[in-house]
C-alpha cells in the first residue's frame, strides 16, 4: 500500500540552530499538508502545497514540494524553544496518509 | 466558536467491553475522520464519512465501528474485537473529502485494563 516516510524521528537542536524533516512518498501525491502537535495536543494546519516544485513560506518556516510531487521538506531557520513539537506531513493520494512524524526538541 | 468536540478525553474500560468515543463538529464539514495514534508513530486512519450515512473502512478498521446519521456527528465504538485498543483517538473534519485542511479535536485517550 501506498506510505509516506518521514525522517528524522528524533532531532534534538540548540536554539537558534536550524532544522529540517523530509518526507518522502511511494507513490505521486495530489498534494501535501504539514501540520504541528504540541506535546499532550493536537495536530494543527500549518500549511497545504499543491504544485509541483511549489516553496512556501511562514516566518522562519519554508516549505517545499518535489518537482515529481512525491516528497516534501520542512525547514525552520534559528529554531525557538516554542518549535518544540512533532512535525508531521500529510499526502494526499486516495486519502490522507500521514508520515511517521519528527519530533524536535530544542535545548535552550 | 466553531470547532470539533471529542468526549470523554480520557477513558478506562476492562477487556471485552465496547466503549464508544464521541465527536461532534459545528463546522457544516462534509468529511469526517477517526484516526488511532501510538506512541512515536504516525496517524493510522481508521474510519472515514465523505459524506452524512456514508461511511468507509480507513487501513485499520478491524475491531472498530462508526456511524454518521448526523452530519455534526461521527462517533467511534472500539469493540472486544480490537486486539490492542490502548491508543489516543483522533477526531477530525474538512470541508470536503480529501479537501482542505483537516481540523482535529483535542483528542481521547483509551486505556485498557
Known amino acids: 500500500g501506498q506510505q509516506v516516510m518521514q525522517i528524522p524521528q528524533y532531532q534534538h537542536v540548540q536554539e537558534g540552530e536550524d532544522f529540517t524533516t523530509y518526507c518522502n512518498s511511494s507513490?505521486?501525491?495530489?498534494?501535501i499538508q504539514w501540520y504541528k502537535q504540541r506535546p499532550g495536543g493536537h495536530p494543527v494546519f500549518l500549511i497545504q502545497?499543491?504544485?509541483?516544485?511549489e516553496v512556501k513560506k511562514q516566518k522562519r518556516l519554508t516549505f517545499q514540494f518535489g518537482e515529481a510531487k512525491k516528497n516534501s521538506s520542512l525547514h525552520i531557520t534559528a529554531t525557538q524553544t516554542t518549535d518544540v513539537g512533532t512535525y508531521f506531513c500529510?499526502?494526499?493520494?486516495?486519502?490522507?496518509?500521514f508520515g511517521t512524524g519528527t519530533s524536535l526538541t530544542v535545548i535552550p | 466558536d466553531g470547532g470539533i468536540t471529542q468526549s470523554p478525553k480520557y477513558l478506562f474500560r476492562k477487556e471485552g467491553q465496547n466503549v464508544t468515543l464521541s465527536c461532534e463538529q459545528n463546522?457544516?464539514?462534509?468529511?469526517m475522520y477517526w484516526y488511532r495514534q501510538d506512541p512515536g508513530q504516525g496517524l493510522r486512519l481508521i474510519y472515514y464519512?465523505?459524506?452524512?450515512?456514508d461511511f468507509q473502512k480507513g487501513d485499520i478498521a478491524e475491531g472498530y465501528s462508526v456511524s454518521r446519521e448526523k452530519k455534526e456527528s461521527f462517533p467511534l465504538t472500539v469493540t472486544s474485537a480490537q486486539k490492542n485498543p490502548t491508543a489516543f483517538y483522533l477526531c477530525?473534519?474538512?470541508?470536503?473529502w480529501g479537501t482542505g485542511e483537516l481540523f482535529f479535536g483535542e483528542g481521547s485517550r483509551l486505556t485498557v485494563l
Open positions: 477530525a473534519s474538512s470541508i470536503a
Open positions: 507513490t505521486t501525491l495530489s498534494n
Open positions: 502545497l499543491v504544485k509541483s516544485g
Open positions: 500529510a499526502g494526499m493520494g486516495n486519502q490522507f496518509y
Open positions: 463546522l457544516n464539514h462534509d468529511a
Open positions: 464519512s465523505q459524506i452524512v450515512n
